[in-house]
């Protein structure tokens, strides 16, 4: 995520924090400032807020501990002011294994709650959970309220929120995927809303956690959308085919011409019909500014992003390409250079894949309700 610093590396995940985390911690300082309070005080009350996120940290660890256990990698983990996010390489397709990553966070802060029990039980003679919420003062009481709060609160149906993938998940056993994303984006948006509204009168974080989850539940439903529509088909169906090569010996400043000549931005680089690289517009440019005009492609090409086969499926190469970050990649047929596919292109390719699908469903709303 942009303006996140490295904290750590815990398992073989990434742990970053967003720089907004400042804006917290000066505020909590401000407050205790404000209200006089000693040094003391102070360092507690920031050092509870911390013991939160390590506690939010835990629980990001709990879903992606599950997710590597189901094979999916987790790309980082970051704490922003609102909460944790864990960012998975991608969400698990059977709704089973989706419904466990979900609960996997909760869940880890239920086993913290239990074992926050033993000492606030054996300190204070507490007699049952109804009582701790009361207590207050303490330290490990009120990390064992926040807890269950975050237990609570993660289990709400406000997807893309755990309780709302959980929700997700029990529909995606009774109908397709993108009906339940849907079902469940729609359920999150009604309670976006009313963190909104909640959040106007009682706690202003929760407006921000109302946007997030607002946005996510949106992004989500397309994306499902945007899956469903790529699945089972195969590159060739949307690549390019009329497209320009550069030879490796070309210049920078001969590609110019090309650029400016048609509608391609990223050109693959070849040597006889072989390909070697793709030398993309922003890289051009990059390299034209540093005046680098006499310089041969090959020396700005990019070879990481590999090539896609022409019966490759559509949907992992979108995947592919959004996870190696790249926006072309050439398209091979015995390693015989026949096309290029870009996101570009893929997305003009959903776009008249859903109006064909819309033009459908209306087609048969009509032949229900003709005379
Ligand atoms: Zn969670």
Request: aromatic share 8%; net charge neutral.
């Amino acid at each position: 995520m942009n303006g996140s610093f490295k904290l750590a590396r815990i398992a073989g995940i990434d742990v970053f924090i967003h720089w907004t985390f400042a804006i917290l911690i000066a505020w909590l300082i401000g407050i205790h400032v404000l209200q006089g309070n000693s040094l003391v005080v102070a360092i507690t009350g920031i050092g509870f807020v911390l013991a939160i996120f390590g506690c939010v940290v835990l629980h990001e660890f709990g879903h992606a501990l599950t997710a590597r256990h189901y094979g999916i990698r987790t790309r980082d983990i970051t704490l922003l002011p609102i909460g944790g996010v864990a960012r998975l390489e991608r969400m698990p397709e059977d709704p089973k294994q989706e419904l466990l990553v979900a609960l996997a966070g909760p869940a880890v802060n239920v086993v913290i709650a239990a074992l926050l029990m033993i000492p606030v039980y054996l300190g204070s003679g507490v007699s049952s959970l109804s009582d701790v919420p009361r207590l207050g003062s303490g330290f490990l009481e009120k990390l064992l309220y926040v807890n269950i709060v975050l237990v609570v609160f993660n289990l709400l149906p406000a997807f893309p929120m755990d309780g709302g993938r959980v929700l997700r998940a029990l529909l995606a056993q009774r109908m397709d995927y993108v009906r339940a994303t849907q079902a469940a984006a729609s359920v999150g948006q009604i309670m976006a809303i009313g963190f909104g509204i909640l959040g106007l009168f009682f706690n202003p974080f929760l407006l921000f956690i109302a946007l997030f989850v607002y946005i996510g539940a949106q992004q989500e439903a397309q994306m499902a959308q945007m899956r469903s529509l790529l699945a089972g088909v195969p590159v060739r169906e949307a690549m390019v085919t009329q497209f320009r090569t550069v030879a490796y010996d070309t210049r920078l400043e001969d590609v110019v011409q090309e650029l400016l000549e048609g509608q391609q931005q990223d050109f693959p680089v070849v040597n006889q019909g072989k390909f070697l690289g793709i030398l993309t517009r922003s890289d051009l440019v990059a390299a034209l500014a540093e005046g680098r005009q006499d310089t041969l492609v090959t020396s700005i090409m990019r070879e990481g992003c590999g090539t896609v086969d022409e019966r490759d499926m559509l949907q992992d190469t979108f995947l592919r390409m959004q996870q190696a970050e790249c926006s072309t990649m050439p398209v091979v047929r015995d390693e015989r250079l026949t096309g290029i596919i870009t996101l570009e292109n893929i997305g003009e390719w959903m776009m008249i894949q859903s109006a064909i699908r819309k033009g459908k469903s209306r087609q048969h709303v009509d032949n229900i309700y003709r005379p």
